[in-house]
């Protein structure tokens, strides 16, 4: 009882930075991964809820529409439908919750845009699955305040990468040195940089 009365008041005297464990706390429950609902629905039904949970969109492969809406996600015979493409823009996605995209085989597309979870770690994770490094071939790293030059050279395990577009990313120091690292790596890379 006194922990509770101690946290009541914290939150009275310290609003805003109550506010700010709250939705990361929350945000942290949102990419807690379910295996059994996994093994229940499929890995890419499963990643689809947990995208959407978390404010990222899905495309289908064979449909040109984005998913934003949870509750409308098309239903039908399990694994029918297989993520081509995710739209993490300004989602919660966070690094706990990436093992949901281990059993993707059709990802071709991912967009992290203002994603403020997203750090070297996730883009260590994404690169060490292996079907991602032999379906994606499209990446987009935009105003992640937490990727460094760790981060983006470990996308050079993305051995089917044609195109990569970063920006506004100040934890890049050594842009050179990284860029030469990734096209040394994948000589057929397409690489747009806005770093400055």
Not at 68 to 83: E, H, M, V
Request: hydrophobic share 40%; glycine share 6%; aromatic share 10%.
């Amino acid at each position: 009882m006194r922990l509770l009365s101690q946290a009541v008041k914290f939150a009275g005297t310290h609003p805003e930075r109550s506010r700010r464990h709250f939705w990361g706390w929350l945000n942290a429950v949102f990419n807690k991964v379910d295996y059994e609902r996994i093994k229940a629905v499929g890995p890419d039904r499963a990643a689809a809820e947990w995208l959407l949970r978390c404010g990222a969109k899905v495309r289908f492969q064979g449909f040109d529409r984005w998913h934003l809406d949870y509750n409308a996600l098309p239903t039908g015979s399990l694994g029918r439908y297989k993520i081509q493409a995710i739209d993490a823009t300004e989602s919660c996605i966070m690094y706990k919750g990436f093992d949901y995209l281990d059993g993707l085989k059709h990802l071709e597309e991912v967009k992290f845009n203002k994603c403020i979870y997203i750090e070297d770690a996730c883009l260590e994770r994404l690169t060490s699955i292996e079907n991602l490094q032999e379906s994606l071939y499209m990446m987009e790293v935009v105003s992640c305040g937490n990727v460094t030059d760790k981060g983006i050279i470990a996308l050079h395990k993305l051995r089917k990468l044609e195109y990569l577009f970063l920006s506004d990313l100040p934890g890049i120091k050594d842009r050179q040195t990284t860029v030469d690292r990734l096209q040394t790596a994948l000589p057929h890379l397409e690489i747009q940089l806005d770093l400055d």
